[in-house]
């Protein structure tokens, strides 16, 4: 069973930024990794994806294309979504989720829930003015 670390998030005023990390406790493998959000009311919502191996292919759903960004932190492993420019509507619960592999297939757009079995506990991020 793969654990998913989240840390990051919390509140920040519209067109700040903040910094979510994810990091999975196996190590030794590489993912397809993605963020998914929902807001209160919302149905969840897959933002970006990507594999951590690298493969040139990385996914953004419009809402934050340009604004945020997916990486390898390669020191400590973690995937790490950079967030600029947030707006309210960015306000929600973020998860991040992960499937072994993925080198040759990662993303699958649409993004679905389904497709990520290994899902961390989520964490909040708030904008606010």
Known sequence: QVRLMESGGGSVQPGGSLRLSCAASDT???YCMAW???APGKEREGIVAFYTGGN???YYADSVKGRFTI????ASRAATLQMNSLKLE?????YCVAERGGGAWCPIVPL????FPYSGQGIQVTVSS
Not at 90 to 94: E, P
Not at 112 to 115: E, M, Q
């Open 28 to 30: 030794t493998r590489h």
């Open 36 to 38: 998914f959000r929902q």
């Open 56 to 58: 040139d292919r990385s």
């Open 71 to 74: 990486s390898l932190d390669i």
């Open 90 to 94: 960015d306000t929600a619960m973020y």
């Open 112 to 115: 679905l829930a389904h497709d």
